[in-house]
């Protein structure tokens, strides 16, 4: 059958933006004074927002800024290290995970202490020694360099320290937006504020025992790097395969996904079964591929961008859809269910993350989709010959491949 038959009638074929009334570029190809912006800019900033400066034709009305970078946000330094973050108080729309970036110089210490929330973490720099008790009482002292993945469940204690040569950078997840780093409950606050007769009486000895406790708390300090590790995990008492893994190897793990364009690898509950909490992808895309159109049923979707540079697309209801670039250390946030694809906008390989509030990964591709609807149904809807629909992909991908030129 002829698929074209009923379409609407346009005189020259343009792509998106039917909707009245008219917005974006795309209807501005005769009416260039539209498009002038001669007030004050800083062209340092808008070098790195291509896509946001002249935006995409197709682009349509505005939503919610779903960009954030921990390059923006200030620091917090102590000795020993720095913290800076991102709560939703920062980035309105992030109200599932509040993101924080972390350095502990070689020995460096982020004192011992626990919080209403979970963190889930990525090593993204570096060795780091963690430490934790179970729920069940059971603890753990581990070393995890970079691509491993911790997590620890709300109100499970742990402390994390530096190793040489360079320290530890990492990026954590609290599954609440509006977890702070700065508010966190600390071994040093406690002891500073229980009176000591009360220390004396819980830990059986003499109060003078409390008299060169710190008055005010550490949160990071200095430290001497840790020995060999079976020495701190006997020293704690840790028994061998008793606990749950705090700890996944997720840039060493089988990918959900892989072809010439990339990879998807995925920690959830599925395969690391502490984290029910956060499930995540480690998406990697070789140049001129993309991140299919997708979208998530089950939570939002916090991003952050290791390397590499990229745009992405948020498409909601509306419609609206809104495109910006992403760099190192940036951070993006997409709404539940909101459509968007991430294309590699650079020569270098783009990789990212992707961490959501649930207990497992779920995604929706588009092209899986169509691949299992009647194909006469959807050249209904798109004009496209049912043949040329035909060779679209027959099932999510993840990645688009590279095309063979
Ligand atoms: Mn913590
Ligand atoms: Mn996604």
């Known amino acids: 059958m002829d698929s074209s038959e009923g379409a609407p009638h346009h005189e020259t074929p343009t792509l998106g933006n039917p909707d009245l009334p008219l917005e974006g570029e795309i209807n501005t190809a005769d009416d260039t004074a539209a498009t002038v912006m001669d007030g004050p800019q800083n062209r340092v900033i808008e070098s790195q927002f291509p896509n946001q400066i002249d935006s995409p034709p197709t682009d349509i009305s505005t939503q919610p800024f779903f960009w954030s970078s921990f390059n923006i946000s200030p620091r917090r330094v102590q000795r020993g290290g720095w913290a800076r973050e991102i709560t939703s108080a920062d980035f309105h729309i992030s109200d599932e995970i509040a993101g924080v970036n972390m350095y502990l110089e070689p020995g460096g210490i982020r004192e011992l202490h626990w919080h209403q929330t979970a963190e889930w973490a990525v090593m993204t720099k570096g060795r780091c020694r963690v430490t ?7 603890p753990s002292v581990e070393d995890v360099e970079e691509g491993d993945l911790w997590f620890f469940p709300a109100g499970t204690p742990h402390s994390l320290q530096g190793l040489g040569p360079v320290g530890a950078e990492f990026v954590l997840a609290f599954d609440d937006g509006a977890q702070s780093e700065s508010n966190t409950l600390l071994l040093t606050d406690w002891f500073a504020h229980t ?3 009360v220390l004396a009486k819980n830990f059986g000895v003499a109060q003078e025992v409390f008299t060169d406790i710190p008055l005010h708390n550490l949160w990071i300090f200095p430290g001497d790097e840790p020995g060999e590790l079976e020495r701190d995990q006997d020293a704690s008492g840790v028994t061998w395969g008793a606990a749950e893994p705090i700890i996944f190897r997720l840039s060493r793990s089988e990918p959900l996904h892989q072809n010439s364009g990339g990879s998807i690898q995925i920690a959830d509950s599925t395969n690391f079964p502490l984290s029910n909490t956060v499930a995540a992808a480690l998406v990697t895309v070789e140049p001129g591929s993309m991140r299919e159109l997708h979208w998530h049923p089950n939570a ?37 269910n909101y459509g968007h694809y991430i294309e590699n906008t650079g020569d270098d390989v783009l990789q990212f993350l992707e961490v959501f509030k ?15 609807v009647p194909p006469s149904l959807v050249s209904a809807h798109l004009n496209i010959p049912e043949e040329v629909l035909a060779t679209f992909p027959r099932g999510t991908q993840g990645i688009t491949p590279r095309r063979t030129a």
């Open 300 to 336: 939002d979707e916090w991003q952050y961008y290791l390397r590499g540079s990229a745009r992405m697309t948020v498409f909601n209801t509306g419609p609206h859809a809104n495109t910006t670039d992403f760099r190192p250390g940036d951070v993006g946030v997409v709404k539940r």
């Open 195 to 197: 009176p000591p007769d």
């Open 358 to 372: 649930a207990d497992k990964y779920e995604e929706v591709s588009l092209a899986n989709w169509l691949a299992h």
């Open 132 to 138: 934790t008790l179970s729920r069940s009482g059971l």
